[in-house]
């Protein structure tokens, strides 16, 4: 499938867990060149970045303060000063804490991963925006799990499903300029979504009886950013081996 | 229909108009107690209180911000000294942001944040353990259409109110609590002055299968529903009332 991804520039936050890693490589086997965030994870920036730049296509990445808008905005500033322009943001949304039972969470806790998970994403779409409006093209993908949909964690649970509605109202707003804004909901991953306290996948549905693997996930992420998605926009795509249905 | 609320104790905030108000009569009308508050509008409260304690009932009307933690924890406390206990909590009270994505102003955003988010976290932790003690309770949150229409700012916080919502009623399933989201549209309300609402200036009742506004009581109907006894297997529901604008 010709993607015409060759040649773009994608944004990837988290390249610390193994969605942002296989997303940011499957980018670079398609030609796009890359700008790669973490917001904590040095040791995994630093190693995807060699990965990504083995592959021939070029690469900048930065560890940043996901936190404060000015933080966020000189990460993408980073990739707009190399590239010029950033085409498609696929925003792995980053988690801030131990998930957590709602008996179990105090409200230093929710609040932070309300923050960096929902308003820390808002920034991150702010920061990309602008330059996607000037060239009248762009994608906006945010990676976000199954807990708004199934319950788990609540702090995660209100972030992620806050996310599927500021995709929506972008979606609405932005589809004149040609952006597209999607989300791919992920579960169903080992080391992803098992923790203690989770919803428990056990009790869900499975009608493929497998955990699922982070290039699946990066599979649909490369679509949507491709052209041939260019009428796709506010939906949440689920990539959980049916585990729930919409 | 018997809704078994009579003598149940009703927390509602922001109950001074609109929908907090017409919950606070209709619970009232079915014989249940009220806890009410608001963060600033007192002699509105009051008027709220009085037309509920006609209906025979006990009423406790309280100021409080419930965006603070220790106000909510004193508002509960006073709801639990005066009646000994919570069994239904209605979180109405909302903030509205609006606009552009790249226009929107961060304090308005926090502020949208803490009162149609954080405060959500503080009263289900203020009541919650009470709830699943009794191994019964109802939590009850009003969300909108705005998330089904692509309206940002409302759409991206009531949809995490939903996602909220969700993860109450799978962790407190187990003690026969329920938490359910009410998503009205097109509903006929009071705005204060300056408070333009974007999704109202959108409505357009010609394309809806009901082509007229909905009320507050229709939507105070749903909520006394939903806290009766035989809704007790229906939980992490988004219901709309909403005149058939939008079918999900």
Not at chain 2, 203 to 211: D, F, N, S, Y
């Given at each position: 499938m010709e993607t015409d991804l060759k040649g773009k520039n994608v944004l990837v936050t988290e390249v610390g867990n193994p969605l942002g890693r296989s997303s940011a490589l499957a980018f670079a086997r398609e030609g796009a060149n890359l700008v790669l965030g973490s917001v904590h994870d040095a040791e995994s920036l630093k190693a995807a970045l060699q990965e990504i730049t083995a592959l021939g296509v070029k690469a900048v990445g930065a560890i940043y303060d996901g936190s404060a808008e000015n933080g966020v905005k000189q990460f993408v500033q980073k990739g707009l000063d190399e590239f010029g322009h950033v085409d498609v943001l696929l925003n792995n949304v980053a988690w801030a804490a131990a998930k957590q039972s709602f008996a179990a969470m105090s409200f230093e806790s929710w609040k932070r991963v309300i923050h960096l998970g929902l308003t820390g994403s808002l920034y991150m779409c702010r920061a990309v925006l602008p330059a996607m409006v000037e060239r009248r093209w762009g994608r906006l993908i945010q990676c976000i799990g199954l807990e708004g949909f199934v319950g788990g964690d609540p702090a995660t649970s209100a972030a992620h499903a806050g996310l599927i509605g500021l995709t929506r109202g972008i979606a609405s707003q932005y589809g004149k300029y040609r952006i597209t804004a999607n989300c791919i909901g992920y579960g169903g991953f080992d080391g992803l979504d098992n923790f203690p306290g989770a919803y428990p996948v056990s009790k869900l549905n499975d009608p493929l009886a497998r955990s699922g693997t982070a290039q699946e996930v990066s599979s649909a992420a490369i679509y949507l950013a491709s052209e041939d998605a260019g009428y796709i926009t506010g939906q949440c795509y689920l990539v959980n081996g049916g585990k729930c249905f919409l | 229909m018997d809704t078994g609320l009579k003598g149940k104790v009703v927390l509602i905030t922001g109950a001074t108009r609109n929908h907090g108000k017409a919950t606070a009569l209709a619970f009232a009308a079915e014989g249940a107690n009220l806890l009410i508050c608001t963060r600033k509008s007192m002699d509105l409260l009051e008027d709220t209180a009085h037309l509920a304690a006609d209906q025979g009932i006990k009423v406790l009307a309280k100021q409080c911000d419930v965006t603070v933690e220790a106000q909510v924890s004193d508002l509960v406390q006073s709801g639990l000294d005066e009646f000994?206990?919570?069994d239904v909590l209605i979180n109405n009270a909302g903030w509205r942001v609006h606009g552009d994505v790249m226009k929107l102003n961060m304090e308005e955003w926090q502020a949208g944040l803490d009162v149609n988010v954080h405060a959500l976290f503080l009263t289900c932790k203020a009541v919650l353990p009470g709830m699943a003690e009794r191994r019964w309770g109802r939590i009850i949150n009003y969300t909108g259409n705005s998330f089904m229409r692509g309206i940002l700012g409302p759409g991206t916080l009531k949809m995490a109110t939903l996602g909220f919502t969700r993860a109450i009623a799978q962790e407190y399933g187990e003690f026969d609590i329920t938490a359910n989201c009410i998503a009205p549209w097109a509903i006929t309300v009071e705005r204060s002055a300056g408070h333009v609402s974007s999704g109202m200036t959108a409505?357009?009742?010609?394309?809806?299968?009901?082509?007229r506004r909905g009320t507050i009581a229709e939507c105070a109907a749903l909520a006394v529903f939903l806290a009766s006894d035989k809704a007790g297997y229906i939980t992490g529901q988004n219901y709309s009332v909403n005149g058939g604008a939008y079918f999900s």
């Open positions: - | 000994g206990r919570i409505v357009r009742l010609e394309g809806q299968a009901i082509p």
